[in-house]
């Protein structure tokens, strides 16, 4: 065997176990759903049929309008309902733990997948607020406010010291 036959050769194998490895790979991936063959956050909506803007552009903007809508309700005191943070707990909190937070979570494991910390709820609650006429009216009231930054890890110095 000449030395150009044994490289056609060695290259005819490396690529018939390239493509063997491939094979191997999609033949595994079967469909499911399993967590342990699954590479990414687990992503669940469990209240709504549609989200305030499409998948793509809340993956990757959310903070962009989380941070708008606090800029503008903190600093200029305009409160809108569109991109409200309790708008979103309420859709994607986990009705078996009533939380966002926690294995699985919703913002949980997408900030675990992409290592960022989320620090949203250092001050808000991570599950969906009770509602009905008597909280909804008091919502807003001064007292109300009043009592929530009074109770506030950030005003109180407990923020961060809670395991995340």
Known sequence: MTRTQGIIIGAIAAVAAGLLAVTAVFAADTGSTDKSTVIGPVIKIYKGKKCVRPTEFMRRNHM???????????????????????????????????????????????????????????????????????????????????????????????AGKEAR
């Open 64 to 158: 962009l309008l989380i941070l708008h809508q606090r800029d503008e309700t903190v600093h200029e005191g305009i409160r809108t309902e569109k991109y409200l943070l309790t708008n979103c707990i309420d859709c994607h909190a986990n009705p078996k733990t009533n939380s966002v937070l926690g294995k699985d979570g919703f913002c949980a494991s997408c900030h675990e997948y992409a290592a960022v910390s989320i620090d949203c709820f250092s001050c808000h609650s991570p599950s969906p607020e009770k509602t009905g006429p008597a909280l909804k009216a008091s919502a807003s009231s001064p007292t109300r406010l009043v009592h929530m930054m009074q109770t506030s890890a950030v005003m109180t110095g407990d």
